[in-house]
């Protein structure tokens, strides 16, 4: 199992490096300027959990291997860009797994860390929407998740379900697969009913 | 007075949160991005202090009280909007004390950890505004305390003045009084007769 | 020699906190905003890698050297706008002096911490160039460093022979010359012919 949960981390690294890439070359930026949006967006998130745990430096920015899916990410996106655009929605699909997967081991450290119930979901939550959150703020626009669709919140279950494990409620194992299967599932279903978050209103402003 | 100080920090936080759920709910976000954006504003600038201190986790973050101040400042926007803007006058009153606040607390917290002056004035005002910078970096805008009115420097101030009692020259429960009524009345003052810092002039560029 | 290269380090830290009080005055800030925005372009990369690298309080934050340094180049720009503007050439020249030497001294510090030849590469990079990300990002712009000319690339490859140095493989004392000697000579020779990295063609977005 360790080997299939090792999978999904490089495989949403791959697909979170995939989407800064993207952006990166949408917005017409140089080579050097696409790795660097690029490897913000897929280990971002973890940096500011690692850096706020003080489990420095973050492990992330030493890992080589997720150096390599960033340089295939970008491979990619040069070389078969018919073929990644082909892959409309099944990429959203491996984002809503990565997302899940961020959100569960990010919620597990920073529990081994902190044991706090609080922290371990907000950083749970941080580790997978915070690389996303920074390649907005570089391109000069709102993070996409403050206005729209479930995203944020998906990643905030299942770092509370992860949590059910960490605290021993439920085998650890099983509170893994089930947190990454539930924020996935949630993602997955809000996308496809267009269910979206309730706004304030706004009469006074 | 230490509970007088407690309430004050308290309010502080719930002010600040209720101006970045302000902003939030002016530009649509829903639930998650309000409540994203008020936290940043409430508990960023203390986040950045304690980063930079190396005081991880920041306990902001862990620090439950705050999280129910948030939690506060958003139901009191969606609840009593009305009420909640009939409050202007009074609003900048409680962020001025709030301002003041915070650069004392964060000036005494870095003393304690460097016995740098230096460091503990830039810390000091960097707790006190930081939230309000990362609110206006957020929404993609230019943070308000660059352009005008007397703000960041009035927390500087604040700062500086509680250093006189971390230092021992007077008493440490006066300082911290005095530092959040100067700081306030500088504000205050500077908002009352529309005073502003000077700017550069640009002949050239 | 090791005053010189202080002498290349205050010289740097000069001229980065002038480029960042130029952005200020031409967004018409006021005086504390371009304080703000000039030592953010100082000092920030600096402190990106310390926080990192867990080397907390950031030196670059305590070390009153820079502090006189950013001082020095408001007071230039408010006084000798004329002189300062007549610099335009040498400035870009000081510029990639100041750039080589932070990416010299920033991978040898990240190598000393970590003894990891990728960090020390990528946090000798953000050293030199993150200062300036934080500065466009602050006033509303996407960093100008991932769209046009070879910047953080030469900061890379000095980076990289800076480490040859740090692993014995020349005396580290030549190492550091010549690392910011080739990080000046990229960077002079590709504004001076025009060169430019490579973008990623979009024909399907």
Chains 1, 2, 3 share one sequence.
Request: proline share 3%.
């Amino acid at each position: 199992m360790d080997l299939f949960l090792h999978f999904i981390d490089l495989f949403g690294t791959f697909v979170f490096a995939l989407s800064g890439a993207i952006v990166g070359v949408r917005h017409r930026f140089d080579l050097f300027g696409v790795f660097a949006l690029s490897s913000v967006t897929a280990i971002g998130g973890g940096c500011i959990r690692d850096i706020c745990l003080g489990a420095t430096p973050p492990p992330g920015l030493v890992n080589i291997e997720y150096f390599f899916c960033i340089v295939l990410a970008i491979a990619s996106l040069s070389f078969f860009q018919k073929l990644v655009f082909s892959f409309g929605k099944p990429s959203l699909f491996f984002d809503a797994l990565g997302l899940g997967f961020f959100a569960a081991f990010g919620a597990n450290k920073t529990w081994l860390y902190t044991h706090s119930v609080q922290l371990s979901i907000l950083l749970g939550c941080v580790s997978a929407v915070g690389g996303g959150c920074l390649r907005d703020v570089l391109v000069g626009k709102t993070p996409v998740i403050f206005t729209k669709e479930i995203y944020a919140s998906a990643a905030m279950i299942g770092a509370a379900i992860e949590l059910l494990g960490s605290a021993n409620i439920i085998p650890e194992r099983y509170s893994i697969l089930l947190s990454i299967f539930v924020c996935t599932l949630i993602r997955m279903v809000s996308l496809k009913y267009n269910i979206t978050l309730k706004t304030i209103a706004n009469k006074y402003f």
